[in-house]
C-alpha cells in the first residue's frame, strides 16, 4: 500500500500566486486531514473532511480551501500565496480508530 | 494556556541511556492519548497509542498515561542513534478522529 501520497515534495512561489497541493490515500480512510507545521509550533491543523462532499476549518484555514469529491483524494488550495503560508504542509487521514497516518509532506516557500 | 505543552529540548543523550519524554495537558476530556515520530523531513508516524489511564509497553517503548495529574510520558529503553528524531504528543477526546491537539515536539538524539 503507498498510504498517503503528497505532491508536490517541494515548490516556490511568487507571492500573489495561487497553487493546489495534491493528497491521496489508498487505505479507504473516511476522515482525512491538512496540517502545517512551523519551527517550535507543532502541528496547527488547517482544514478536515469527515467523508466525501463534507470538510469543515480547523485551527488556521484562512488563505486556504479544500475540497473532498472523492474518499481518496482532499486537495488543498492556497489562493494568493503569502510569505506567512511558507511552511510543511502535512496530509493525513484515519479510519474511526483515530490513529492518523501521515505523508511525506510538502515543503513550499512563497517569496 | 495551550491545550498541550510539551517541552521542546533539545534532549542530546549517550547511546544506551534511558529518555523520558513528557507532556502535560490541561483538559481532563481526552482520552486517548498518542506518541508520534518524526524524522528529520519525513512525516509523523505513529509509535504508541493508548486510551485512558496506564502503562502500555511496545519493545524498548513504554507510554504512561496519568489521567489524573493530566501528564503523559514515552520511555525509550537502550536508545538507540537510530531512535534520534523528534517525538510529538497527541491527544483527542474520542476515537472518531474528528480533531487532534498536538505538542511542540521534543527534539532527541542519541550519540553513539
Known amino acids: 500500500n503507498a498510504g498517503v501520497t503528497q505532491t508536490p515534495k517541494f515548490r516556490i512561489l511568487k507571492i500573489g500566486q495561487s497553487m493546489t497541493l495534491q493528497c491521496t490515500q489508498d487505505?479507504?480512510?473516511?476522515?482525512m486531514y491538512w496540517y502545517r507545521q512551523d519551527p517550535g509550533m507543532g502541528l496547527k491543523l488547517i482544514y478536515y473532511?469527515?467523508?466525501?462532499?463534507?470538510?469543515d476549518k480547523g485551527e488556521v484555514p484562512n488563505g486556504y480551501n479544500v475540497s473532498r469529491s472523492t474518499t481518496e483524494d482532499f486537495p488543498l488550495r492556497l489562493e494568493l500565496a503569502a510569505p506567512s503560508q511558507t511552511s510543511v504542509y502535512f496530509c493525513?487521514?484515519?479510519?474511526?480508530?483515530?490513529?492518523?497516518?501521515f505523508g511525506e509532506g510538502s515543503r513550499l516557500t512563497v517569496l | 494556556q495551550k491545550e498541550v505543552e510539551q517541552d521542546p529540548g533539545p534532549l542530546s543523550v549517550p547511546e544506551g541511556a534511558i529518555v523520558s519524554l513528557n507532556c502535560t495537558y490541561s483538559?481532563?476530556?481526552?482520552?486517548?492519548f498518542m506518541w508520534y515520530r518524526q524524522y528529520s523531513r519525513k512525516g509523523p508516524e505513529l509509535l504508541m497509542y493508548?486510551?485512558?489511564?496506564g502503562n502500555k509497553e511496545d519493545g524498548r517503548f513504554t507510554a504512561q498515561v496519568d489521567k489524573s495529574s493530566k501528564y503523559i510520558s514515552l520511555f525509550i529503553r537502550d536508545s538507540q542513534p537510530s531512535d534520534s528524531a523528534t517525538y510529538l504528543c497527541?491527544?483527542?477526546?474520542?476515537?472518531?478522529?474528528?480533531?487532534?491537539?498536538f505538542g511542540t515536539g521534543t527534539s532527541l538524539t542519541v550519540i553513539p
Open positions: 493525513a487521514s484515519t479510519p474511526r480508530t483515530g490513529e492518523l497516518f
Open positions: 487505505m479507504n480512510h473516511n476522515y
Open positions: 473532511s469527515v467523508g466525501a462532499g463534507i470538510t
Open positions: 483538559n481532563s476530556a481526552f482520552q486517548y
Open positions: 493508548t486510551y485512558s489511564s
Open positions: 497527541a491527544m483527542s477526546y474520542t476515537n472518531t478522529g474528528n480533531q487532534f491537539y
